[in-house]
């Protein structure tokens, strides 16, 4: 097993702390009327910081098993932009998402809506060669775009007016992210989408690995859920060679 110096989360809300300690009520008031991590402390039960350390009373299951266990010393940031670096690497990467659920509630016409999914897995390329550009030894997680609709097409409270979703917009980018990950050296795929599958819109609201409030974002078993995902992927070496 390969042996990283840092850990470093890129991306979106699917990685930060901010809604799933939201649903666990572990959050200053502050924060939890600003909606600005910021303003306060915020439990650190988000994905990525689950997966860099578990949180032994919420999932004692789990205890021993993160990477502060696996490499002793290793240092965790989330940024928003990436230094260079030669440093033994591990990076998860969840974006996407948002862009395509902003193009949703806009309601432009399909065919502007499918040019603007091409553009961000357009982007989603170049960004992932300027992150194996600033860190060569890298080891990167590309993660898929869930579906809080589970295929129903809609999310109850979310994008209502703009009618039922454009899913096949979604699998497009999902699947030009499972393309880059066969193809691109250092890299593997994270494949949250199908894991989510059924624990969105379809089941009943104790079921759903989304926060009730706005359900397109993970809850704290969500948070759990994909920390679970990386890790799996983690364990099969072989991918990340």
Do not use: C
């Not at 960004?127 to 295929?151: E, F, G, K, W």
């Amino acid at each position: 097993m390969p042996f990283y110096s840092d850990y470093i989360a890129l991306g979106d809300s699917m990685s930060i702390d901010l809604y799933p300690a939201l649903d666990a009520g572990e959050i200053d008031v502050a924060v939890a009327l600003e909606r600005d991590p910021q303003a306060g402390v915020v439990a650190p039960i988000g994905a990525a910081s689950l997966l860099m350390q578990n949180d032994d009373a919420r999932w004692p299951e789990e205890q021993g098993d993160d990477l502060a266990t696996r490499y002793p010393g290793i240092r965790f940031s989330q940024l928003p932009l990436l230094d260079e670096s030669d440093a033994e690497t591990l990076l998860t990467l969840t974006v996407g998402g948002n862009d395509l659920l902003s193009a949703f509630a806009n309601k432009p016409r399909l065919s502007l809506l499918e040019a603007i999914a091409r553009d961000v897995a357009d982007a989603y390329e170049f960004l992932l060669d300027a992150l194996r550009r600033a860190r060569p030894n890298a080891s990167i997680l590309l993660a898929t775009v869930y579906d809080p609709s589970d295929r129903t097409a809609r999310i109850p409270g979310v994008l209502e007016e703009a009618g039922p979703l454009p899913l096949h917009v979604l699998d497009g980018f999902n699947a030009r992210v499972r393309d880059l990950a066969t193809g691109t050296p250092g890299t593997a795929l994270a494949d949250v989408y199908s894991h989510f599958l059924g624990h969105g819109a379809s089941v009943p609201e104790e079921e759903r690995w989304y926060w009730r409030r706005a359900p397109i974002e993970p809850n704290a078993r969500g948070a759990h859920e994909i920390r679970r995902v990386w890790r799996a992927v983690l364990d099969d070496v072989e991918l990340l060679g």
